[in-house]
């Protein structure tokens, strides 16, 4: 015969464990996307710029070109394509992609930094600007908290 107490606390029990799993859930799921978010919050402006490598290894000049925003309709007043052969192109001191090595990607507000290496003797910083994508060289080395993005060319 069971007795008036036997189920005692019973309730309680189960109401605790439902409680326990939902926090270990809720818990789980933020860490989760804490790491996703970090994983891949730099992953559209990181496939621009891996696009990018793969026209000059392909020696597309004028399609990595245009990735700076420089086209026929509009066109860049300080970067022309020469100057973009220079830096870029066959005979260029970063021709050989080979030896490249991305070093570190800092990421900013506005767009990222990634700092590439050629042989481990030139560094060159690169930046993505978020809204459009847009490729350009970073005007500094590290992110300015103070600057939503870099500073107008001079």
Not at 122 to 146: M, S
Request: charged share 25%; with cysteine; aromatic share 12%.
């Amino acid at each position: 015969m069971a007795g008036y107490l036997d189920n005692y606390g019973v309730v309680d029990a189960k109401r605790e464990k439902i409680r326990k799993k939902i926090v270990y859930t809720v818990l789980g799921l933020l860490v989760a996307s804490t790491a996703l978010y970090f994983t891949f919050r730099n992953y559209r402006e990181e496939k621009q710029l891996s696009i990018f490598y793969d026209l000059l290894r392909q020696q597309k000049y004028q399609a990595a070109y245009e990735m700076w925003g420089c086209t026929d309709k509009t066109p860049c007043r300080d970067y022309s394509f020469t100057r973009f052969q220079e830096d870029w192109g066959p005979k260029s001191k970063h021709a050989d992609l080979a030896t490249m090595k991305v070093v570190k990607t800092k990421s900013c507000d506005s767009g990222i930094i990634q700092i590439v290496t050629f042989g481990g003797k030139d560094d060159v910083n690169l930046w993505v600007e978020r809204k459009d994508r847009l490729i350009g060289f970073a005007p500094w080395p590290v992110c300015n908290p103070r600057l939503p993005g870099p500073p107008p060319a001079s």
